[in-house]
Each structure stands twice: as C-alpha cells, then as structure tokens.
C-alpha cells in the first residue's frame, strides 16, 4: 500500500486520504492502485457504509497526476505512463461503479486527476475555496480520467469551452455544469465528516449545505453556444474571433496559446462521447488518446514549459490549428500497442 495515501475505518465510515501535500496530492501508480483495491474491499465489507476522500495540505484535493513522471517515462519511451493510465482509469471507473455512497469533497484544488478521483462519486461537495479544471491542452495532452462524460453533457456548449480553454471554474460553475452536486461552507466540513459515523448523509447534506454561489459560465452561455457549437477548431476561432463579444475575442486568442495538436483532439473526443454508452466507454477512449499524446512532442514539450523549465514558451509542433491534420487527429483513437483497460469484457 501506498504511503502516499492513507486509509482508515472509524464509524462505518471509509476515509481516502491523498497524502502527498507538497506535490498538491499529485497521483502516483502506486496511489491509484491502492485506491482501487481499498474500493474493492470496502465494497464487499458491511461494516463500511460510505467512503469519504480528501486531500491532505492547504491546496486541496488533488492537483492532477503527477506529469513530472509522465515526462520522464514518455522521454525514456517506456510503457510506464501508459501503466499509470491503466491504472488510474480503472480506478476512475471503480469510484464509478461503487455501490455505496462515495463522498467526494472538492475542497481547495481538483484538477485533471483530482477530477476523476471526485466527480465520478455519488455525493459530490464543493467549497467557497473550490478551483476545478481540466487544463490538459495547456500541456499538449487530452482531456481524460472520464471528464468527457461529464464536458459533453453540460449545459449547451460549455463542456467544449472548458476543454478547449483549460479554464478555471468554482463551486457555482462547478454545480451547473454537473461536476458537483452540493455546495458547503469551509467552516462545516469538519463538523460533517465527524457526524457522518452517526448521522444519516442525506440529513447532514440538508443541514449543513448551502446554497451555492452564482455561475459566472451560466451568464455566458450565449456566446459560449453560439461560437463552440461547431465540429472543427477552425470553425470555432473564427466564430470567437468574429463575435461582438470581447470575451469571445480574448478566448480565441486563449485557445491559440494551447497545443494545436491537443485541442484539436480535444474538440473530437468531446463530440464522439456524445454518443458513449457509458463512463466506461468512455474511459477505454480515454486511455488510447491518453497513450497516443503522451508520447509525442507536444506533451513533452508542454511539461517541459509550464512544469519543469517553467518558462512558459511551449514550442508547438505543428504551431498552428492549421497545420493538425484529420489523419493525425483520428490515429489518437485507434487501438495502440498497449492494448485496452478491459473495462468491457
């Protein structure tokens, strides 16, 4: 077991503890993995009625994988990478497929990884302080960990904003567009998670929740349907920059600063998971795109630029939107040499 993730029983009440807090609880294999098989025996255990997950430290849940690792694998041209992808996204479905309550609070940071290690819980919090986000383009990868379940069944065309820009959201945005389901002051938390050993969830979730707070995206759902509602990125910068809205011209101009390569696989695993079945469908996508992009140049270079050098000029192969070819974009979806997550049978 991981010491990087901590488990305990106290009340019938399962904890997961993301313990790495100076790496803002960046996920490891050895993390997912034994999240996946404490979900495994927690599942079968009546003594265990729910599961709580937290992140330990003052960022919050969970910043991500950690990319850092991803790099080096994806430069050494090992299958290392590819075995964190199999792992975490088995773990993804597991936190999905859990047939008891599992209690996700998206305090502080949940990004990329800490995405799929919350939003595909049960009961999902969020807090004053809650930062969500899916910013894989901006390091030259695709949206993953099952988000494109949830991006392409938001409100109209706002899942596709977010992938596409990397953006930021809170707790309101967070509610509206279906990655979190109850919004709960700071200063609660702590009271809950206690009274979860003898309390009912759905009392406590009445009491001590709130309303939550506005939803900047759901004020600017015009433009946003309006200019992301086409099937090519050409189509949508042009849109964004020919709208009268200035935000829509700043947010073409967010779009080119991201990997051209990435976005334009980004924009068509969003449309092809309209038509998924199911989060395990979409997770199996996940993972061949996930191990396609891992290992070209822009994922390298993109880690390079923002997490290691840090000098945030990514140099982009092909630079442009232009220059991505349809062959290039749809090899992200064929079958590859690390064959599939056998979530399916």
């Given at each position: 077991?991981?010491?990087?993730?901590?488990?305990?029983?106290?009340?019938?009440?399962?904890?997961?503890?993301?313990?790495?807090?100076?790496?803002r609880?960046?996920?490891?294999?050895g993390?997912?993995?034994?999240?996946?098989?404490?979900?495994?025996?927690?599942?079968l255990?009546?003594?265990?009625?729910?599961?709580?997950?937290?992140?330990?430290?003052?960022?919050?849940?969970?910043?991500?994988?950690?990319?850092?690792?991803?790099?080096?694998?994806?430069?050494?041209?090992?299958?290392?990478?590819?075995?964190?992808?199999?792992?975490?996204?088995?773990?993804?479905?597991?936190?999905?497929?859990?047939a008891?309550?599992?209690?996700?609070?998206?305090?502080?940071?949940?990004?990329?990884?800490?995405?799929?290690?919350?939003?595909?819980?049960?009961?999902?919090?969020?807090?004053?302080?809650?930062?969500?986000?899916?910013?894989?383009?901006?390091?030259?990868?695709c949206?993953?960990?099952?988000?494109?379940?949830?991006?392409?069944?938001?409100?109209?065309?706002?899942?596709?904003?977010?992938?596409l820009?990397?953006?930021?959201?809170?707790?309101?945005?967070?509610?509206?567009?279906?990655?979190a389901?109850?919004?709960?002051?700071?200063?609660?938390?702590?009271?809950?998670?206690?009274?979860?050993?003898?309390?009912s969830?759905?009392?406590?979730?009445?009491?001590?929740?709130?309303?939550?707070?506005?939803?900047?995206?759901?004020?600017?759902?015009?433009?946003?349907?309006?200019?992301?509602?086409?099937?090519?990125?050409?189509?949508i910068?042009?849109?964004?920059?020919?709208?009268?809205?200035?935000?829509?011209?700043?947010?073409?101009?967010?779009?080119?600063?991201?990997?051209?390569?990435?976005?334009?696989?980004?924009?068509?695993?969003?449309?092809?998971?309209?038509?998924a079945?199911?989060?395990?469908h979409?997770?199996?996508?996940?993972?061949?795109?996930?191990?396609?992009?891992?290992?070209?140049?822009?994922?390298?270079?993109?880690?390079?630029?923002?997490?290691?050098?840090?000098?945030?000029?990514?140099?982009?192969?092909?630079?442009?939107?232009?220059?991505v070819?349809?062959?290039?974009?749809e090899?992200?979806?064929?079958?590859?040499?690390?064959?599939?997550?056998?979530?399916l049978?």
């Amino acid at each position: 077991m991981s010491s990087d993730v901590e488990f305990s029983v106290h009340g019938g009440i399962g904890r997961i503890t993301l313990n790495r807090p100076k790496a803002r609880n960046a996920l490891t294999t050895g993390m997912v993995l034994s999240i996946k098989e404490q979900l495994d025996a927690w599942d079968l255990d009546p003594a265990v009625r729910a599961v709580v997950v937290v992140g330990a430290g003052e960022h919050g849940l969970c910043a991500g994988g950690d990319v850092r690792d991803m790099q080096a694998s994806a430069i050494r041209g090992d299958a290392d990478v590819a075995e964190f992808f199999r792992a975490e996204y088995r773990m993804n479905a597991r936190i999905h497929q859990f047939a008891k309550p599992y209690i996700s609070i998206m305090d502080g940071l949940a990004m990329g990884g800490g995405i799929g290690v919350s939003a595909h819980g049960s009961v999902r919090i969020v807090t004053e302080r809650s930062l969500l986000a899916m910013p894989e383009v901006t390091i030259g990868i695709c949206t993953d960990v099952g988000s494109t379940w949830l991006l392409s069944r938001a409100p109209g065309q706002v899942g596709t904003y977010l992938a596409l820009t990397g953006s930021t959201f809170g707790p309101g945005d967070a509610i509206y567009c279906g990655f979190a389901d109850h919004f709960m002051p700071v200063a609660d938390l702590a009271n809950f998670v206690h009274r979860l050993e003898t309390e009912s969830i759905d009392s406590l979730i009445a009491e001590l929740c709130a309303p939550a707070p506005a939803s900047p995206l759901a004020g600017m759902h015009s433009w946003i349907d309006e200019c992301f509602a086409f099937d090519t990125v050409a189509e949508i910068l042009e849109a964004l920059d020919a709208s009268a809205s200035p935000e829509a011209n700043a947010t073409a101009d967010l779009i080119r600063t991201k990997s051209p390569s990435a976005v334009a696989v980004t924009l068509e695993a969003i449309r092809r998971t309209r038509f998924a079945e199911s989060v395990e469908h979409v997770l199996e996508a996940d993972f061949l795109v996930a191990c396609y992009l891992m290992y070209q140049h822009d994922a390298i270079e993109g880690v390079r630029a923002l997490i290691v050098d840090k000098d945030r000029n990514p140099k982009w192969q092909p630079p442009t939107n232009a220059g991505v070819t349809r062959s290039y974009i749809e090899a992200a979806f064929e079958p590859s040499i690390y064959g599939s997550l056998g979530l399916l049978g």
